[in-house]
């Protein structure tokens, strides 16, 4: 009869299962073709992406590497001048030595000594102890002190910044001295040092011995030639601008004596007298 009866063919309901084969004479859902010209689409727009992804990494670096060339150049000069502020302002800190000149410290202290001889008149207990610091002393000190009161002389210094005594020569009869020596300088510190003899090597000896003392005090005040210098018999300490100080001391002997200025190169200088005794 009809190829229905045939029996190569199945009923229409199984012709219902879903096949994507379909049946011997059915065409597929999707084209074979079709497929593979979608995958060779994918597969080449991933290749030309990924080119373009190793096209844009390796072109970056390449400019990077262009500018930070021009950086540099634009940076040193930026920073080349900044150094040379710092360089300068170190030579600038070069007066922060003058400060340490700046020894105006020690001249207050002067003014301490001034305040204590004056509660201490009685002259014979200075010349026992020469106080305040040590090597510093505040009243005469030396072998030749002596107590009670002599022959009345004054000697001076000059009233500027010369280094002199107001007298070069003295001349007393034979016994105690009393001494006034007054700092008549206005700008300068003096002191009076009477020394056994005229030898100018002598003299040089107790200048040096004194200058000896200041440094190793580091105070003006202390220059002065230590108790015990051998040829000095009577010092006094450092008289400031205007203080004076009486003291009475008493020669060896008849003779020739010389007092000097023991401060800093004031001996150097000339402040030196004689002291003549008459027998
Ligand atoms: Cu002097």
Redesign the pocket.
């Known amino acids: 009869m009809s190829w229905r009866s045939s029996g190569n063919f199945r009923p229409s309901g199984q012709s219902s299962r879903p096949s994507f084969g379909g049946g011997r004479n059915e065409p597929p859902l999707i084209d074979p073709n079709f497929l593979k010209i979608g995958i060779a689409v994918i597969v080449c727009v991933a290749v030309v992406g990924l080119f373009a992804l190793i096209a844009s990494v390796s072109g970056s670096p390449t400019q990077t590497a262009d500018r930070p060339t021009a950086a540099p150049a634009t940076v040193e000069p930026t920073v080349a001048p900044a150094p040379l502020e710092p360089t300068a302002e170190p030579e600038v800190v070069e007066p922060t030595a003058e400060p340490e000149v700046v020894e105006p410290t020690a001249e207050p202290e002067v003014v301490e000594p001034t305040a204590e001889p004056e509660p201490e008149p009685t002259p014979t207990e200075a010349a026992a102890a020469p106080a305040g610091r040590p090597g510093i002393p505040s009243e005469p000190f030396g072998p030749a002190l002596a107590t009670g009161t002599g022959t009345p002389i004054q000697i001076g ?1 000059d009233p500027g910044a010369q ?1 002199l005594f107001d007298v070069d020569r003295v001349t007393v009869p034979n016994g105690p001295v009393t001494l006034t020596f007054t700092n008549d300088s206005d700008t ?4 009076w040092v009477l020394i056994e003899g005229d030898d100018p090597a002598m003299l040089a000896r107790i200048n040096q011995t004194a200058q000896d003392q200041q440094r190793q005090l580091r105070n003006t005040l202390g220059s002065v030639p230590p108790s015990g210098t051998d040829g000095v018999l009577v010092a006094t300490q450092i008289l400031n601008m205007g203080e004076s100080v009486t003291f009475t001391f008493d020669p060896p002997g008849p003779g020739t004596y010389t007092f000097i ?1 023991t ?1 800093p190169e ?1 001996f150097e200088g000339g ?1 030196v007298g004689t002291l003549v005794v008459e027998s």
């Open positions: 210094t280094l300068v510190q003096h002191n200025c401060f004031h402040m």
